[in-house]
Structure formats: C-alpha cells, structure tokens
C-alpha cells in the first residue's frame, strides 16, 4: 500500500456532495437555508443555532449549531462552530467551515449552492469536504454525511409550506 509523504497527506481531503430538487422557486428556498435561525426548519438533527460573533450574512460570521448530528459516546449533543466563509445571495451559494466541534469535523467545509430549474423548482446542490478521521472508513464517513445532507435538502419544501401557513 502507497502512503503519501507526511506533508503531503495532511491536504488530502475526503470529498463529497448530494443534490436534490426542491419543488420551491429559488427566492424562497435561499431564504429558508441561508438564514441562521431556520437551521432547525429544515436540519432536523438540529436543535438550536446560535449567533456567536460577526454580522450574519457577511464573511467572519461565527455560529454555534447544536443536536443530534452525530452521536456521542456520552449520549451527549453535537455542537459545530462555523465560520461563514462567502456567501453570494446573486448566484445563490455560501461556504461555511467548522472551525470546532465534538465531532472531529474541524476544518471541514460545507458548501450549498442553489441552482433554477425552472416551474418554480430548485436544485440544491449540497459540497463538502473534510479532512481524514483516524481510525473511520472513508466511503462510510462519506456516505453518512451524504445520507444526513440529502435528508436535510428533503426537508427544505415542508418547512417552506409550514412557514406560508404559520407566518410569523
């Protein structure tokens, strides 16, 4: 078996994506997944989401997202702190990179961006990226985030339906 050099293997990244079509135009579905406070909507391993530093919406913005993400030997939540990195409400797409956590994703990033399809629907197409877990298996990692990405972006619909019924 080939091992990359020592300084070579720390840039190598495991990536991946999912994408999905939500039956929402885009207008509605960036404002449903680029705003803080609606993670829970549409995330529902999510349950709270905290400003921490910065201005939402520009880049060096700070948040605490908390849940059932990942389990915890401890039985305990998942918390991420994630620093937005861009976001381009024009082409519809923000980047944010956890910067801590209990779950071992430091330095990983997370890109959404939206795309019109047309008749009022919307491709969400969810990028990821992060850096080697010790001791887990790539594909499974790989495929567990894209398992919980994909359920998230099949949540986005209902949660817009359930804000045009109930708005606030």
Request: charged fraction near 25%; charge should be negative; proline fraction near 5%.
């Amino acid at each position: 078996m080939y091992n990359l050099p020592e300084n070579k293997q720390e840039h190598k990244k495991w990536h991946g994506s999912v994408g999905g079509l939500v039956d929402a135009p885009i207008d509605k579905v960036w404002t449903m997944v680029s705003q803080t406070n609606r993670l829970p909507e549409w995330m529902p391993m999510v349950e709270r989401c905290s400003d921490l530093d910065g201005e939402e919406g520009l880049p060096g913005y700070v948040r605490l997202v908390s849940g059932f993400m990942f389990p915890q030997e401890d039985g305990d939540r998942s918390w991420i702190k994630e620093r937005l990195v861009s976001m381009d409400p024009t082409s519809h797409k923000y980047v944010y990179r956890m910067e801590a956590s209990n779950v071992g994703l430091d330095g990983s990033e997370n890109a959404l961006k939206l795309v019109d399809y047309g008749d009022d629907s919307t491709l969400v197409d969810w990028s990821f990226e992060i850096n080697p877990l010790e001791g887990a298996c790539e594909d499974s990692i790989i495929d567990y985030l894209g398992f919980l990405y994909k359920s998230c972006i099949n949540r986005i619909k209902s949660a817009i339906e359930a804000t045009s019924r109930n708005p606030e």
